[in-house]
Nanobody, 120 residues
Framework: QVQLVESGGGLVQAGGSLRLSCAAS????????MGWYRQAPGNQRELVAV???????NYGGSVKGRFTISRDNAKNTVYLQMNSLKPEDTGVYYC??????????????WGQGTQVTVSS
C-alpha cells in the first residue's frame, strides 16, 4: 500500500502564492510520473501539472507561466509552487503518483486533497 499526504493549501488573496507538497510513503520500488490535479465545485477534475521521473514537465493551459512543479526523488515528494494566483484557481488540489510496487506492478495512487481558496 502507498499513502500520499498533501500539505500547503489554504486561503490567499489574488496575486498571492502558495506552495503545495505531497509526500509518498509505503510499498514503493520506484515512482514514475507525479502530478497535481484540481477540482472546482461543479467541475470535472483537471490536470494542473505533471512531472516524469526524468523531470520532464507538462502543465495545464491555464497555469502555464504561473505554476511550477518539481520533485525530490530522495524524499518521494512532489511540490507545486503557485504564483500570481487567481480566484479561478480555487478548488481541491489532489496529488497523484504512478508507483511501481515491489511486485513490479504500476498502480496509480491519489492523495486526500487539499483545499486552495483564492479570494478576489
Amino acid at each position: 500500500q502507498v499513502q500520499l499526504v498533501e500539505s500547503g493549501g489554504g486561503l490567499v488573496q489574488a496575486g498571492g502564492s502558495l506552495r503545495l507538497s505531497c509526500a509518498a510513503s509505503g510499498s514503493i520500488f520506484r515512482i514514475n510520473d507525479m502530478g497535481w490535479y484540481r477540482q472546482a465545485p461543479g467541475n470535472q477534475r483537471e490536470l494542473v501539472a505533471v512531472i516524469t521521473s526524468g523531470e520532464r514537465t507538462n502543465y495545464g493551459g491555464s497555469v502555464k507561466g504561473r505554476f511550477t512543479i518539481s520533485r525530490d526523488n530522495a524524499k518521494n515528494t512532489v511540490y507545486l509552487q503557485m504564483n500570481s494566483l487567481k480566484p479561478e484557481d480555487t478548488g481541491v488540489y489532489y496529488c497523484q503518483a504512478k508507483v511501481i510496487n515491489y511486485d513490479v506492478v504500476q498502480n496509480i495512487y491519489w492523495g486526500q486533497g487539499t483545499q486552495v481558496t483564492v479570494s478576489s
